[in-house]
């Protein structure tokens, strides 16, 4: 079955830098596009980052473009998300999906990342 268990989140300072992980299994990793959507307190699921299977293409939301780096390797079937210059707002849950967009069709537990001096 289709799984994915993301990894890096905690807490962290504003202003400072995280990398999230996501191992997938279950699934043809190097055949599916991938995303990170993440669900702060209070508010819905935001499409955070995106990429296509080979890597071709990327997509950021406007709240983290300059911010973030997505990335993956199709050996490891891992995805990544650099962030640099966290800022309160970054702080959700952050989960790792197989789809585009919000048209996903499976999702992590989510790791939660907490900005905060």
């Known amino acids: 079955q289709v799984q994915l268990v993301e990894s890096g989140g905690g807490l962290a300072q504003p202003g400072g830098s995280l990398r999230l992980s996501c191992v997938a299994s279950?699934?043809?990793?190097?055949?599916?596009?991938m995303s990170w959507v993440r669900q702060a307190p209070g508010k819905g699921l935001e499409w955070v980052s995106g990429?296509?299977?080979?890597?071709?293409?990327?997509y950021y939301a406007d709240s983290v473009k300059g911010r973030a780096t997505i990335a993956r390797d199709n050996a490891k079937n891992t995805l990544y998300l650099q962030m640099v210059r966290l800022t309160a707002e970054d702080t959700a849950v952050y989960y790792c999906?197989?789809?585009?967009?919000?048209?996903?069709?499976?999702r992590g537990p989510g790791t939660q990342v907490t900005v905060s001096s």
């Open positions: 990429v296509y299977n080979d890597g071709s293409v990327t």
């Open positions: 279950g699934f043809t990793f190097s055949n599916s596009h």
């Open positions: 999906a197989k789809g585009w967009a919000e048209d996903f069709d499976y």
